[in-house]
């Protein structure tokens, strides 16, 4: 019980104000397996909380300018940077990943998300026609949707939670948001800096704990018209039984199964480290259990090689990257999405063979296509079932431009303009003189 006293206990932010739980569950650090944090465990309670402090909110936020709330979202990110050390170490410790990703992707991610949304939301215009043979002038104005409810994955933990809460509050809305309760700490951090950058009581509610209670509870409530949610196919399933007797607006990013495709012709020295980086970001050994079964080859990592830790480190959640061949394209190694250093290498003769067996899987999120020359790399980005196809290189976003996928890689786009359209509902204005 003394080693209890000393881990951190987060508590929900609500209304500008820490709240204490009245239960918590445990959240473990991946490297050492030993509960290193304990989150609430909210739930109906909680989110009538929020809901209320939200609602009182939003008409004071949205009746404010495109440039003061821009203001607010900058001031937001400056403080976001000057902590970025801390929040790489925590991001680190509390989801798994290398400090290095954290400190050189993650935490800068999330910095620039509140920028960019800062500034796209001075830009965007209305539509506006003249009918002169009856007199009348029409143009479109869009206004905020309200409440809206932001569910986030534990793989990329402030960085997707950012990526929600920023355009929603750019637009003029309030949010309540659940980060996963496996990687909650960098969001209770983000909740310490909202005051400073004067982000008004209210505007941003984070609620901790798990989706089957807390989620469902944000989910169903019929005063948060719109869900945006990155995770499973599972989750989404639900959510969108659960919000379908609301109507609610719903963006769904569902992950996906993507193929890198790698052409004779590739450039290997910049194809090789970037598709190895890809294959193996994410820290499963079922899989590889069900792949030699099956009667594919392992080879190497896990099963193969042995994997040396510290003592400290032994009950930690290590896997060895681990590569599989000689494997069938039914194999569920090929068609399910492995959050581990997994990763299956198949060959192919042709480009019509290749773009077929991408297309088989369910998923469309992303795939990459390594080739020198023009004409296929058009040909084949073009043909393949993908919401975002990377030639010659891999993980290069321009936000202006639309993010998701297709088929159960989810529904809707987010980016400067999809994102402005979905946390905002259009109106068309008829005026006659």
């Known amino acids: 019980m003394a080693g209890t006293k000393a881990l951190l206990t987060l508590e929900n932010f609500i209304n500008g104000k820490f709240v204490p739980c009245s239960s918590y569950i445990d959240s473990y650090d991946p490297s050492t397996g030993e509960v290193h944090c304990r989150v609430p465990d909210s739930g109906n309670e909680e989110i009538e909380a929020a809901v209320e402090a939200a609602r009182a909110a939003f008409p004071g ?39 290095t990703l954290a400190r050189t992707m993650d935490i800068p991610r999330s910095v620039q998300n509140f920028r960019f949304f800062a500034s796209s939301i001075l830009h965007h215009t209305s539509e506006c026609t003249h009918m002169d043979h009856v007199g009348c002038l029409h143009y479109t104005l869009r206004a905020p949707v309200g409440i809206a409810g932001l569910i986030s994955p534990w793989n ?15 637009a003029g809305n309030t949010v309540i948001a659940k980060p996963s309760e496996l990687t909650s700490v960098t969001a209770w951090m983000m909740c310490k800096l909202l005051e400073t950058a004067g982000v008004p009581p209210g505007v941003v509610n984070i ?7 807390v989620g469902e509870a944000l989910v169903s409530h019929p005063e948060v018209p719109l869900i945006s949610f990155t995770g499973s196919q599972p989750t989404a399933e639900r959510i969108a039984q659960l919000s379908a007797p609301h109507c609610k607006k719903l963006s769904l990013e569902l992950g ?23 294959s193996f970001a994410n820290q499963v050994r079922s899989y590889v259990k069900k792949a030699r079964a099956e009667g594919a080859r392992i080879l190497c990592g896990e099963g193969v090689d042995t994997l040396s830790l510290p003592p400290k480190n032994q009950a930690g959640y290590f896997m060895l990257p681990t590569v599989i061949t000689d494997i069938k394209d039914e194999s569920c190694c090929m068609k399910e999405e492995i959050f581990g250093p997994v990763t299956c290498v198949v060959p192919f003769d042709s480009e019509e063979e290749v773009i077929q067996r991408a297309n088989s899987v369910k998923y469309g999120l992303a795939a990459t296509v390594w080739s020198s020359n023009v004409g296929r790399v058009h040909r084949v ?40 359209e979905f946390f905002t509902e259009v109106k068309t204005i008829t005026i006659k003189h």
């Open 207 to 213: 609620v901790f704990g798990t989706g089957p209670k």
């Open 156 to 170: 990329l933990p402030l960085y997707l939670l950012t990526w929600k809460v920023a355009p929603a509050i750019a």
């Open 381 to 420: 980005a073009k043909k393949l079932q993908s919401g975002l196809v990377w030639t010659n290189c891999w993980l290069i976003r321009e936000l202006n431009l639309p993010f998701g996928g297709m088929k159960s890689s989810g529904i809707g786009r987010e980016g400067a303009k999809d994102s402005y």
């Open 61 to 99: 936020w949205s009746a404010r300018s495109p440039q003061e709330r821009s203001q607010v979202l900058h001031r937001l990110a400056d403080l976001l940077e000057k902590s970025l050390e801390d929040l790489a170490q925590a991001e680190s410790r509390d989801q798994g990943k290398t400090i």
């Open 256 to 278: 996906g199964k993507n193929p890198a495709i790698i052409f004779e012709d590739a450039n290997l020295e910049e194809c090789i480290p970037t598709t190895v980086r890809s």
